[in-house]
């Protein structure tokens, strides 16, 4: 007799599982089920030894980052169980940490018993070279170093159900059935790297990036166009080789590529290992928190499923393409841990590896709309505060793949060309609500994009696991030992999801919320100053202090020395100009700064003068923002160095210089008194004002970690992005989208309220 999965009812009696001894190798310690898996072994395997093969970091060697598990929250109950000394006495003295990494498997100690080998890639879609570098070239570089050592253990390689690929009906626990050669797909995919590497380099591809870095950067400088347009091509070449990746995967029958590297390294496996030594395959379907052990919800970190009930439960999932009676396969950690180590203990015949499914489907299975449900109901009855989600739960109708994918493409169309007309309106409260608003829509449209993609897959399979060796191999572990068990049909997936699981997965996402930019809100300005003399802070002066550009200033001259008519006549002089005044400003905001000062060739310098201590004083002082005055004797209140700083000559800054401790503007070059209409260096803009700034501090000894900056427009971002303290003040629509993504203060400082007697009364 068989069950649906045609696996044998019965089963021939079998010795019980004992508990583990001897020297115990473990690759992927650090990770989710490699930390399980090491805590199982301390609190119950207390004859094993265990060492882990751990890559040091930057500042942390591989002791280091082992001596610190013992502080994770899977080691707690042990910690308060035997006390915090001992389980540190004991971990030293059972666990010992092996510096290097599958990519370069140091030399292993001749007297391993046991080896479980869970290293693995943790994404779904990686690029194809990092993939196979990981997955199968990882296995590869294992075992070749195990058989260098001398020793003979038995192996246990940690694989996935989903190695099965995209097919119907039953996978049995047994060898896949293909030809991939996997040393060919491993070259081939090693040689994509290098291939698109050199394709990102040529002309016509750099010359898009280029193109597309200067329209969103230009105003910024030549440096940063240069560094979006590198960012681009790294982009470019990843997105090739993750395409590449999941192409030739679903060419060859696999649903991405880590279940075709995953596949591939199981045959690595069998080949350099399995086919003289002992070899046990455990495959689990999707790992979720545990059930049982260490304590019922532990988990470490978002897993597969996780993303999506967090998704539904903020109420940004209005929908989704699963097939709502096929099954959702999942398997709480503590029971694939369990299935681990009982097949780590009963090793099969050298030759002949064992394949085993951790998994649900089979015996106890979960449909879609039974996750769904349960989901539902508990978001319903414990909203997430703050979010969509909290006025109501969505009700999924499960539509097809392809109204989903419509719709998601019509969504992304609709969020592309909102963010295109939010950058040509003025910047002003309301608009940056709107630039809030399409923010969330378009980070809720790119998730929905990517879990669309990575489950669509996983939800709408066909595929069960057989697991007629698991059941067997777990009616083998003793009924004094409950919680070392696998049983899958004792799961209640009801009490399960709404008890353990869900509450679970939602105290982790508060917990990372809490450094989350759209958990917060938005940052004020500081009030209270700190009383230094290592701070700067630099004010921008056109759009910033004063709401006006140098077209405005020069009318204002002509004004000063004319009159109106003067004015009129020189603005419609400008008009006739402002195709190529325009033209120069898209291209380089210093281009067209020369361009426009240029008009003051052949003024004499004292009429400039005389006409800026004139009318000129009173129309700037009427742009003046009585609250940036405020906020300038603040910071000379505190002792902080105060800047004034333009891209334009400074005789037109100066009815403002007694106000700060200094002015730093550009300059004119004087033929006899008269204005040559050239500049005496490079219009201090963007970069340039970036680079000045941190030699300005290095020189002076200031804190620019401690320092304060104001600007207006995307063209101050490079030097804003220097401090600790940047500010958007009546920002620009680019810079308030950066303002934003940053989480900086936004302000507004309205014009007015300043005379020549503020002007008097400067402040400390």
């Not at 199968?136 to 099965?164: E, K, Q, W």
């Amino acid at each position: 007799m068989t069950n649906s999965a045609g696996a044998p009812s019965g089963a021939i009696s079998e010795p019980a599982v004992e508990h583990l001894s001897g020297h115990v190798l473990i690759t992927g310690g650090t990770g989710f089920v490699g930390q399980a898996v090491l805590e199982r072994l301390l609190v119950s395997h207390p004859d094993t030894r265990i060492s882990l093969l751990v890559r040091g970091k930057t500042g942390q060697s591989a002791e280091d980052r082992t001596r610190k598990l013992l502080a994770k929250p899977v080691f707690k109950p042990w910690r308060e169980a035997v006390g915090r000394d001992e389980a540190a006495r004991i971990f030293a003295e059972r666990v010992t940490a092996i510096e290097g990494s599958l990519d370069e498997v140091p030399p292993l100690p001749g007297d391993l018993d046991v080896v479980l080998h869970s290293a693995s890639t943790v994404s779904f879609d990686p690029p194809i070279d990092e993939a196979f570098a990981t997955n199968t070239g990882g296995a590869r570089n294992l075992y070749t170093a195990i058989a260098a050592s001398g020793a003979d253990p038995h192996v246990v390689h940690v694989s996935t159900c989903y190695v099965g690929g995209m097919r119907k009906g039953v996978l049995p626990e047994a060898r896949l059935d293909h030809t991939t050669d996997w040393r060919v797909e491993a070259s081939a995919a090693a040689a994509a790297r290098q291939r698109v590497e050199l394709r990102s380099r040529e002309p016509g591809v750099l010359r898009g990036l280029m193109t597309r870095a200067r329209l969103e950067h230009g105003k910024e400088g030549p440096r940063a166009v240069a560094q979006s347009a590198e960012a681009a091509r790294v982009d470019w070449v990843k997105d090739r080789l993750v395409t590449a990746g999941r192409a030739r995967a679903q060419s060859l029958g696999w649903t991405d590529v880590y279940t075709f590297t995953k596949a591939l390294a199981e045959r690595a496996a069998e080949e350099l290992w399995g086919s003289a030594h002992r070899l046990s395959v455990v495959r689990p379907s999707v790992i979720e928190s545990a059930l049982q052990h260490p304590f019922p919800g532990w988990i470490d970190g978002f897993k597969v499923a996780d993303p999506l009930i967090i998704a539904f439960g903020r109420g940004e999932l209005q929908d989704f393409p699963g097939v709502p009676d096929s099954v959702l396969d999942i398997v709480p950690v503590d029971y694939v841990v369990n299935a681990i180590l009982a097949a780590a203990a009963t090793p099969p015949p050298a030759g002949a590896p064992r394949y085993l499914h951790v998994a649900s489907g089979a015996s106890n299975p979960l449909p879609f709309h039974a996750m769904y449900r349960n989901v539902h109901d508990y978001f319903t009855a414990n909203p997430i505060p703050d979010t969509p989600g909290a006025k109501g739960m969505p009700t999924w109708q499960f539509p097809g793949d392809r109204r989903v994918e419509r719709a998601i493409r019509r969504a992304e169309r609709l969020v592309g060309a909102a963010n295109t007309a939010l950058d040509r309106l003025p910047s002003t409260a309301r608009t940056r609500e709107w630039q809030r608003t399409m923010g969330r829509r378009e980070r809720d449209v790119a998730s929905l994009r990517t879990l669309s993609d990575l489950y669509r897959a996983y939800v709408g399979t066909e595929l069960i696991f057989d697991d007629a060796n698991a059941r067997a191999l777990q009616e083998r572990i003793p009924g004094d030992r409950p919680t070392e068990g696998f049983d899958v049909t004792r799961i209640d997936w009801n009490d399960y999801m709404q008890r353990v699981h869900v509450p679970a997965v939602t105290q982790l996402m508060r917990v990372f919320s809490r450094g989350r930019s759209g958990s917060r809100p938005a940052p004020e300005l500081p009030a209270d100053l700190p009383h230094r003399g290592d701070v700067l802070a630099v004010f921008d002066l056109e759009g910033t202090v004063v709401d006006s550009n140098i077209v405005q200033q020069r009318l204002w001259v002509k004004r000063a020395q004319g009159g109106d008519a003067a004015a009129v006549a020189e603005a419609g002089s400008i008009i006739t100009r402002l195709p190529a005044y325009l033209a120069a400003e898209r291209r380089d905001r210093g281009e067209f700064l020369r361009t426009f000062l240029r008009r003051y060739a052949g003024m004499p310098a004292a009429r400039l003068q005389a006409a800026v201590r004139g009318g000129y004083t009173d129309e700037l002082l009427a742009h003046t923002s009585a609250q940036a005055l405020r906020r300038v004797r603040e910071h000379r209140a505190a002792g902080h160095r105060t800047v004034l700083i333009t891209g334009s000559i400074g005789v037109l800054a100066e009815p403002l210089a007694a106000l700060f401790d200094e002015v730093v503007a550009g300059s004119m070059h004087e033929e006899a008194g008269t204005l040559t209409g050239y500049l005496g260096a490079p219009p201090l803009v963007d970069e340039a004002r970036g680079a000045w700034l941190t030699r300005y501090a290095e020189r002076g000894g200031f804190d620019l970690a401690a320092s304060y900056a104001y600007g207006d427009s995307v063209a101050d971002l490079p030097w804003l992005s220097l401090v600790g303290v940047p500010t958007a003040v009546n920002p620009d629509a680019r810079l308030a989208r950066a303002a934003l993504r940053r989480r900086w203060p936004i302000i507004e400082w309205r014009r007015g309220g300043v005379s020549r007697s503020d002007l008097l009364t400067p402040g400390p």
